[in-house]
């Protein structure tokens, strides 16, 4: 399914303590290496936030991360994916030269 594979690990209610947070558990099929997470963040683990999966290379980012609203977008691409496909500077500076030598349409008075 483009752009709408969404992940959110469930966590049951706890009741309120004051001990500290345990380190989030992988779920069960983190250690299959059956998906990854990259997201632009610096995360690479399932902490439980919503989730998005690139439709390109299947590396999941955090919804919030990466501004992916459900239902408005059709697709997505992860920032990996994004800058792959952003054309260089070179390119950018040859289509420059080249609308410039153009001939310009200017119309007749």
């Known amino acids: 399914m483009k752009g709408g594979r969404l992940h959110r690990l469930e966590r049951p209610a706890a009741a309120h303590t004051t001990t500290a947070t345990p380190a989030p558990v992988p779920a069960d099929d983190w250690g299959d290496g059956s998906w990854t997470v990259d997201c632009s963040c610096g995360i690479t683990y399932d902490d439980g936030e919503e989730m998005v999966s690139c439709d390109e290379c299947n590396v999941w980012v955090h919804t919030r991360c990466a501004r992916y ?11 990996n994916c994004k800058a792959k496909r952003a054309p ?14 153009l001939p310009t349409h200017r119309p007749r008075p």
Do not use: N, Q
């Not at 609203?69 to 920032?79: A, D, E, M, Q």
């Not at 260089?88 to 030598?101: G, H, K, Q, R, Y």
């Open 88 to 101: 260089s500077t070179a390119d950018e500076a040859e289509v420059a030269e080249l609308l410039a030598e």
């Open 69 to 79: 609203l459900r239902g408005v977008h059709i697709s997505f691409s992860c920032h």
